[in-house]
């Protein structure tokens, strides 16, 4: 028994007293469940309302740039601006992808903000409304990285697995890095 919590120690016999674990000869930290993700723990997920146009993932130019003229505030369109100027594959290309993404990324987090989002917890990218934010966000770590700005590319990337794991490997596999 552990002293003062009342229930027996078991031994793991693939720890050593360094805080790895022997995983077929090599050595990896210990890691630990998220408590934070369990249910109900932490705020709770951020669910934006529709904000803009329906755009289907294939709408031209044209159509991009009449939602952003119906509704500024739609991130949606800005992040399919961001990600058709980063297909350019041009410095040029790069910096007004750039523009298009964090015009995106900061409409999406006002949006957040008056959900009620406090800066922290999930942004679940099954939610489509959810999806323009997240989009954008990672159009701005791509272009970010594109121009050399690193600092930048990392934060947004952090910030993105941070919000949703699953959106951060569906938008890593649709958009990745070059």
Same mark, same amino acid.
């Given at each position: 028994m552990l002293p003062g919590v009342g229930c027996p120690r078991v031994p793991n016999p693939t720890a050593d007293p360094s805080g790895t674990t022997r995983v077929g000869g090599v050595s990896e930290p210990v890691t630990h469940r998220n408590l934070l993700a369990a249910a109900g723990a932490g705020p709770a997920p951020s669910l934006l309302p529709v904000i803009g146009p329906a755009l289907t993932d294939g709408a031209g130019h044209a159509e991009l740039v009449a939602a952003v003229v119906a509704e500024p505030a739609g991130s949606r369109a800005w992040a399919q601006l961001a990600e058709e100027a980063l297909a350019v594959g041009t410095s040029e290309g790069d910096v007004t992808a750039y523009a298009y993404a964090r015009t995106g990324y900061h409409r999406g987090l006002d949006a957040l903000r008056r959900s009620g989002w406090k800066g922290a917890g999930p942004i679940p990218y099954e939610h489509e409304p959810n999806q323009g934010f997240l989009r954008a966000l990672w159009s701005l770590a791509r272009a970010a990285q594109r121009i050399g700005d690193l600092v930048? /590319? +990392? !934060?947004?990337?952090?910030? *993105? !697995?941070? %919000?949703? +794991? %699953?959106? /951060? !490997?569906? *938008?890593?596999?649709?958009?990745? *890095? +070059?």
């Open positions: 930048e /590319y +990392e !934060r947004c990337a952090q910030f *993105l !697995r941070d %919000s949703t +794991e %699953s959106g /951060y !490997r569906a *938008l890593t596999s649709a958009f990745p *890095l +070059e």
